[in-house]
């Protein structure tokens, strides 16, 4: 296998297997709904194989962060139809992150009065919101009645992802956000059928990823991952419960003929990640995760290895709208400004330059 040769992963038929990962960049404002700069942003960089968005939440009390762009009204997919429309105008591929934040909120960016979380265990820490940094709340513990509604509420936000244009939606159950604080005995302390082992700390998350297969069609339908990341206070120190509660997750969701399996782990090529996708049996993005960059060399090597078929790649997306290009051809690349991931407008957003004529690596 070769980095730039094409790939199916399920309905999803990308020209090559560079693949955005999801970043995180407020540029929607308090509206949510996204605008001019997106719609310029994900354009750029449609020559990526797929690009999956940032994470979009499913309603108001689901909203992370300020400037988190949703998927909640007909505005917000409007504004998603012209990113959608713009991408495959010029040739690019589009799903979008679908994301319930948690406990990882505040009522001071949601403007719900409460936030939620499988049990109630606040985030230890402080959360930036329009009234400055404050502690992280203790969150209301969903009840077993009240899960079929977060779930359906998942479901309407894939539809509606699928209406405004995007060819498949991701589900997010990593990083610390409510389906990864189901997985975690840390986060998780439930004592219904949701909570205690690893098979029922996993089965919301299974029955989710089931509904919306069900509601779009598997093959549209990816989920991303992050065992043991310990991140956000979802803590998962024990080798042993994580190898136990994912490969249960994935067992649940191998049947469905999801489109792909996207795991952040630091270690794609090792022994936890690769017993996942092989119980998955199907696709697999690899994404090292945040502490390392992903280079050209690695995404190289993990294809051609046979480690993954896909790899997401961040950063270097960020300041190389045409990384595709500047890869296949060794080319230099731009260097991301990190003071610009989490700013307002254009600048590290839309300007990085692009090759020019006669530029040679």
Do not use: C, K
Request: glycine share 12%; net charge negative.
């Amino acid at each position: 296998m070769d980095l730039f040769s094409p790939v199916s992963l399920g309905e999803l038929h990308l020209p090559n297997r560079v693949v955005m990962a999801p970043l995180t960049r407020v540029r929607a404002g308090s509206s949510g709904i996204p605008g001019d700069l997106m719609v310029e942003h994900y354009t750029q960089r449609a020559s990526a194989g797929l690009i999956i968005t940032e994470g979009v939440y499913t309603s108001h009390e689901a909203q992370a962060f300020g400037g988190q762009p949703g998927i909640v009204d007909d505005a917000q997919a409007a504004g998603w139809r012209r990113v959608t429309d713009a991408v495959h105008a010029a040739g690019g591929r589009i799903v979008l992150q679908i994301m319930h934040g948690g406990r990882v909120s505040h009522p001071a960016i949601t403007g719900t009065d409460r936030i939620v979380a499988p049990s109630a265990v606040a985030v230890d820490g402080e959360v930036h919101t329009p009234a400055g940094r404050l502690p992280f709340p203790v969150p209301h513990a969903l009840t077993t009645d009240e899960l079929p509604a977060v779930r359906d509420e998942i479901v309407a936000a894939a539809v509606r992802a699928i209406g405004a244009g995007a060819d498949g939606v991701e589900i997010h159950s990593a990083n610390g956000y409510l389906l990864h604080e189901f997985l975690s005995p840390v986060s998780n302390v439930r004592t219904d059928g949701y909570g205690g082992g690893p098979a029922a700390r996993a089965r919301f998350g299974i029955e989710v990823l089931t509904a919306v297969a069900a509601a779009v069609g598997g093959g549209r339908v990816g989920v991303r991952l992050s065992p043991a990341r310990d991140i956000q206070g979802v803590l998962e120190t024990d080798a042993a419960d994580v190898h136990a509660t994912y490969g249960t997750l994935v067992d649940g969701l191998a049947p469905l003929g999801l489109a792909y399996l996207s795991v952040l782990h630091t270690d794609p090529a090792g022994a936890l990640v690769q017993d996942l996708r092989s119980r998955f049996g199907g696709p697999m993005i690899a994404n090292t995760g945040f502490s390392v960059v992903t280079t050209r060399t690695e995404a190289v090597r993990l294809v051609q290895d046979g480690h993954a078929d896909a790899v997401a790649v961040g950063r270097a997306l960020i300041a190389n709208p045409d990384l595709v290009e500047r890869w296949r051809g060794e080319h230099p690349e731009n260097v991301p400004d990190p003071s610009t991931f989490y700013a307002d407008g254009a600048a590290g957003y839309t300007d990085y330059p692009r090759l020019v004529a006669g530029q040679v690596g």
